[in-house]
């Protein structure tokens, strides 16, 4: 009987106070802001109107989530309604990024899992070199 390889589980945590990594994005989606705020904490918000989310793996590999912050007009019903492209930045191992964050926004749009920010949850802050 064949074993299959066995899939290395990664774990990630965003980071805070860094800024996004920069160079091309590797993989990009369309969707409301409120479901990556709900999915992923609010976004950090650098110069010129630039959002992002930044994440590391607990193998190292890093990666950013990065858009620009939309401009609100009067006739707009909440910001977290409007539409935002995100952009995966990311360097090597920019797959397992992908996946983790497509699984992460399904999971909170289709009401399989709980936006992390409500109801109880435990989290662990700690510094990262």
């Not at 705020?37 to 976004?43: D, K, L, M, S």
């Not at 990024?97 to 802050?125: D, H, K, M, Q």
């Amino acid at each position: 009987m064949k074993k299959e390889p066995s899939k290395q589980e990664h774990h990630f945590a965003r980071v805070i106070g860094k800024p996004p990594l920069h160079g091309a994005a590797r993989y990009s989606t369309l969707d409301q802001l409120g479901l990556f705020t709900e999915t992923f904490g609010p976004p950090e918000i650098a110069k010129k109107g630039i959002i992002f989310w930044n994440f590391t793996r607990s193998d190292g590999g890093r990666f950013s989530l990065v858009s620009r912050l939309p401009r609100v007009r009067r006739t707009d019903a909440g910001i977290g309604r409007l539409e935002v492209e995100v952009r995966l930045v990311a360097g090597p191992g920019v797959r397992s990024f992908w996946e983790w964050t497509a699984e992460r926004l399904s999971g909170i749009e289709s009401l399989e899992e709980y936006p992390p920010f409500l109801g109880s949850a435990n989290f662990v802050i700690a510094r990262l070199a």
